[in-house]
């Protein structure tokens, strides 16, 4: 998810409701539509919100429920706190100390013009207004899933800037919520990547990107307000979240050689 854009186009019928209480079937023609467009456009990010919407079904409800018995997180649950709204909040990400996870955050968001809200409004694009801040517990859920994930970037090292580190982190998001729209987008980037390049290190630091979300703590559970006060090495450490040795090394292989648009 590069470049955060909206498209153009006429929705001949009215756009869906989004009902966050009914575990929806999955929509696997309308998935791999959405996942062949996203393939041609890796920049195209309404794409991904389709396939999450095809696929992901009950992830949400699955993982809020997870979220009740984790540790802290009923007080999570309680206080229902709109991340996006949090993180658009220029004057607490100023109050940030330097070193903090917060502190890289906002140099993110200075260095690629990308915003919490900005990606809440592609998130909404197939979708009607009152499907906009639904008040249900796995609608805010899903809503915090979407706000983490630029957090997610900075925790993990994978840039967002980059097709590559957008497949890392979504293999990664894969092995911690089971959400299967991260899956398929995973496995078609790395596809992808074999047919071009005809090489392996690209799909290897996928693969390693799922192994270290299967390894790390469960970054859904986490505090994130808390989170962003915390020194950036400090937080990587007690999540256990190892270093993305085979995508450093993809990274400057695909660098090295100028291959871009994977």
Same mark, same amino acid.
């Given at each position: @998810?590069?470049?955060? @854009?909206?498209?153009? *186009?006429?929705?001949?019928? +009215? ?21 062949? *467009?996203?393939? +041609?456009?890796? $920049? ?7 396939? @999450?919407r095809a !696929? ?10 997870? !979220? ?26 100023e109050s ?8 890289? /955050? ?15 409004? %592609? ?5 009607? +207004? ?11 859920? =899903? ?10 970037? %900075?925790?993990?090292? /994978? ?14 998001? /894969? +092995? ?14 790395? !596809? ?12 290897a630091a ?10 790390? $703590? ?17 937080? *990587?450490?007690?999540?256990? %979240? ?11 292989? !695909? ?5 871009? =648009?994977?």
């Amino acid at each position: @998810m590069a470049t955060r @854009m909206v498209e153009d *186009r006429t929705i001949a019928d +009215a756009p869906p409701t989004f009902n966050p209480s009914v575990a929806t079937k999955r929509d696997w023609r309308g998935a791999f539509a959405a996942l062949r *467009r996203l393939l +041609a456009d890796g $920049n195209d990010t309404v794409q991904v919100f389709r396939i @999450m919407r095809a !696929l992901n079904g009950d992830t949400a409800q699955r993982n809020y429920r997870r !979220l009740l018995t984790h540790p802290g997180g009923g007080k999570l649950a309680y206080r229902r706190t709109e991340l996006a709204e949090r993180f658009s909040d220029r004057a607490w990400l100023e109050s940030l100390p330097e070193g903090s996870v917060g502190a890289h /955050y906002r140099a993110f968001l200075d260095r690629t013009g990308f915003s919490a809200t900005g990606l809440a409004d %592609i998130s909404y694009t197939d979708l009607d +207004a009152q499907s906009r801040g639904v008040e249900h517990p796995y609608a805010w859920f =899903g809503r915090r899933e979407r706000d983490i994930h630029d957090i997610w970037h %900075i925790l993990t090292g /994978y840039t967002a800037e980059e097709h590559l580190g957008e497949a890392c982190l979504v293999a990664f998001s /894969y +092995a911690q919520t089971r959400g299967l729209g991260w899956a398929a987008i995973g496995t078609g980037a790395a !596809l992808k990547s074999l047919r071009i390049t005809r090489d392996r290190r690209f799909a290897a630091a996928v693969w390693e990107g799922y192994r270290h979300g299967k390894r790390a $703590n469960w970054l859904s559970g986490e505090d994130y307000e808390a989170l962003l006060a915390e020194p950036l090495e400090a937080a *990587r450490k007690r999540l256990n %979240i190892a270093d993305p040795v085979k995508y450093h090394a993809a990274q400057a292989w !695909l660098r090295e050689r100028r291959i871009s =648009g994977i």
